[in-house]
């Protein structure tokens, strides 16, 4: 950068950024993008990255010279370019104008400008705009300044898909790109399984992929113990099967009683006929019917599609209980415990908090919360163009939906109270760790690392992640070992070491780190998986890397007697060893620690093995895809046919064009 100095220099002119990745419509990552959105960088640079309060004001006022009383989003940039802050303003000029007050800030806020070394502005046509874009923003960037939903896992939908002529139910994570009718969302994987496989009783769809559906000359095992009608072998005509997916669809949606009545009739008719086998299985679909409406049994009769919202406050945490109702049924709850919460408002906490939710799940006509919002009327706004509906807030005050209300809350402080006393566990758990493996200060990132193989074959090194409140599951990473051979786990970790630790040899660096990612953190511990073998590689690799003083190094490994009473025993560098009481808290707290990276490493093992064995030597044809390969082996049987077949008979089989044909001909004849 030029200008580098004690003081600040300004760029002569705005840098225009590259558009975000993964955004939903209507952001600059859309096509009509470059219509809605503006985005400008105004960078500043200082030879220090020390907190600096005067020098995040003269920042800020050199931004706000060039900023326009027009609707956006702003970000707060420290020396390095990270994120600390994103905000959104009716108008930028006077919203970013507000902190070089520096009287009127809160103390959180004169944190952020003493460390404020440049920022970013988006221009948007209109406030709500603004509104959902800085929801994105922050959670894509997750700055340490900013309200972060905690729990950004994906929620489950059940998709009843439209995209063949006899529909599929099943469960659904993620983007909902297929073509069909998304219900939920649901809180939990459990939750959503227990009603699919209801459903699958009540309505009797297909569960089965195409290729599997395609394939089939008898009816599956789902079949015989009622959960699906065969459409596969013609057991149920389209027309009946449509009726099923109709009645589907109807429950779904909140039509229960229609759809149970219905039932109820056509078991009366068939007991007056005399047909008892079908009887009997309406029956059990009414009783299927019965079970989901009893597990999701809650006020919320006349409600639709509605969320509920509640938030409780303690000990300066806090904790919002979400309900989701779809068609007047319960799809379940879940507890969200923000993060960066203090001296936040708690109307503000919960606002922040469902703004960033209704980022990846489609808001209902209906959102009930549990107090006033600041600037609801704009919150509506931006809802109801995320869902091209419109959307409205309410405060329940009374009859149903007030009692549904104090469910949400107590659900809310019970979630809060079991929160603290897991927090204060570990707390307590992390100091007697740092006692006991003589620590200076409890450890904030704890790595344990371990490997996995068959005989040296398909190795593979994993990385698990804890932080002071639990295992940070996106930190998890996998290394697939290239270098080390045969069966030697001491090189296969020391390769891993090597790997991880690359980016902090003295004179290297990696191009590939993120600022803020693993890759630029040191943990406070590393728990090896393994005696003093794995431990030596390790102190090795990080005494070369030159961090090994930096960073605290232990071994645990099962001691001579752990059978049943579970002793291990845990190595130091110095070639000490320490053994914890049988039923110690602290034993079964790095046990668990142990477990968890054998449980990924073992399965990341696993998913190796797994497509290993169903690779097939068509997959090595460079620029030759998977359609044509499986039109290749439909034709020819096997792979080792395609390999002896002449260029005359690739170029007659179905669905290989002549080009396709010379590529595999000429891949496995390079001699001629």
């Given at each position: 950068m030029q200008g580098r100095s004690t003081s600040f220099a300004k760029f002569p002119r705005l840098t225009y950024l590259t558009p975000m990745a993964r955004t939903p419509a209507g952001t600059p990552h859309d096509p009509r993008g470059g219509d809605r959105f503006n985005e400008e960088r105004a960078a500043y640079t200082v030879a220090s990255a020390q907190p600096d309060l005067e020098g995040g004001v003269r920042a800020i006022r050199e931004t706000v010279k060039v900023l326009k009383p027009v609707p956006g989003v702003y970000r707060m940039l420290d020396a390095r370019g990270e994120v600390l802050y994103v905000g959104k303003a009716r108008s930028l000029k006077a919203r970013v104008a507000n902190y070089t007050q520096i009287a009127q800030l809160s103390g959180r806020l004169q944190r952020m400008v003493s460390q404020t070394r440049s920022m970013e502005i988006i221009t948007t046509n209109s406030e709500a705009e603004a509104l959902l874009l800085e929801a994105q923003l922050i959670k894509r960037f997750r700055p340490p300044f900013n309200v972060l939903l905690r729990d950004d896992k994906s929620f489950p939908f059940i998709l009843l898909r439209a995209d063949h002529a006899y529909p599929r139910i099943q469960k659904h994570r993620g983007a909902r790109r297929a073509k069909g009718n998304y219900y939920g969302p649901f809180a939990s994987a459990w939750s959503v399984n227990t009603t699919l496989n209801a459903l699958q009783k009540l309505f009797l769809l297909r569960s089965c992929t195409d290729s599997f559906f395609n394939n089939r000359d008898r009816p599956c095992l789902l079949y015989q113990i009622k959960r699906c009608s065969?459409?596969?072998?013609?057991?149920?005509?389209?027309a009946g099967y449509d009726a099923l997916v109709r009645?589907?669809?109807?429950?779904?949606?909140?039509?229960?009683?229609?759809?149970?009545?219905?039932l109820e009739r056509q078991m009366a008719e068939a007991a007056e006929n005399l047909d008892f086998e079908t009887a009997a299985m309406l029956r059990d679909r009414l009783r299927a019917a019965t079970f989901i409406q009893g597990s999701q049994a809650i006020n919320a009769q006349g409600l639709g599609d509605a969320d509920v919202f509640a938030l409780a406050a303690k000990n300066g945490q806090m904790s919002v209980q979400s309900f989701f109702i779809r068609g007047g049924q319960n799809w379940g709850h879940r507890a969200l415990f923000p993060r960066h919460t203090a001296d936040v408002d708690e109307a503000q906490v919960l606002a922040d908090v469902m703004l960033q939710f209704y980022e990846e799940v489609p808001p209902p006509p209906t959102i009930l919360v549990d107090r006033e919002l600041?600037?609801?009327?704009?919150?509506?706004?931006?809802?109801?163009?995320?869902?091209?509906?419109?959307?409205?807030l309410s405060v329940p005050?009374?009859?149903?939906?007030?009692?549904?209300?104090?469910?949400?809350?107590?659900?809310?402080?019970?979630?809060?109270?079991?929160?603290?006393?897991?927090?204060?566990?570990?707390?307590?758990?992390n100091r007697e760790l740092a006692a006991f493996l003589e620590l200076d200060a409890p450890p904030q990132r704890i790595e344990i690392y371990d490997n996995s193989h068959i005989q040296g074959a398909k190795a593979v090194g994993a990385m698990v992640v804890a932080g002071t409140e639990g295992f940070e599951k996106g930190q998890y990473r996998k290394f697939n070992i290239r270098e080390a051979q045969s069966n030697d786990d001491f090189a296969m970790m020391r390769e891993v070491m090597a790997r991880r630790f690359r980016n902090f040899a003295e004179g290297e660096e990696n191009p590939e780190a993120k600022p803020g990612g693993h890759e630029t953190v040191l943990p406070d511990l590393i728990l090896i998986d393994g005696g003093k073998g794995q431990l030596s590689s390790v102190m090795a690799v990080l005494e070369e890397i030159g961090i090994a003083d930096d960073v605290a190094v232990i071994g645990i490994a099962k001691g001579p007697h752990h059978g049943r009473e579970g002793r291990e025993v845990f190595h130091f560098p110095d070639g000490r060893e320490k053994l914890l009481p049988v039923n110690s808290p602290l034993l079964f707290h790095l046990q668990n620690l142990r477990d968890e990276v054998h449980r990924y490493v073992i399965g990341a093992h696993r998913a190796k093995r797994s497509k290993a064995i169903t690779a097939s030597p068509l997959d090595e044809i460079p620029g030759v895809?998977?359609?044509?390969?499986?039109?290749?082996?439909?034709?020819?049987?096997?792979?080792?046919?395609?390999?002896?077949?002449?260029?005359?008979?690739?170029?007659?089989?179905?669905g290989v064009s002549a080009a396709v044909a010379r590529k595999v001909y000429d891949f496995y004849h390079a001699g001629g």
């Open positions: 065969a459409p596969c072998v013609g057991r149920i005509d389209e009645q589907a669809k109807d429950f779904l949606s909140g039509k229960s009683g229609a759809v149970q009545a219905d600041p600037e609801a009327a704009l919150i509506e706004a931006a809802l109801s163009e995320l869902a091209g509906r419109k959307v409205r005050e009374r009859g149903d939906r007030r009692k549904l209300m104090a469910q949400a809350q107590r659900n809310a402080v019970e979630a809060l109270e079991r929160r603290l006393a897991e927090t204060g566990t570990k707390a307590k758990l895809g998977p359609a044509r390969k499986r039109a290749l082996l439909l034709h020819f049987g096997t792979a080792s046919k395609v390999r002896a077949a002449a260029l005359e008979d690739l170029q007659r089989a179905p």
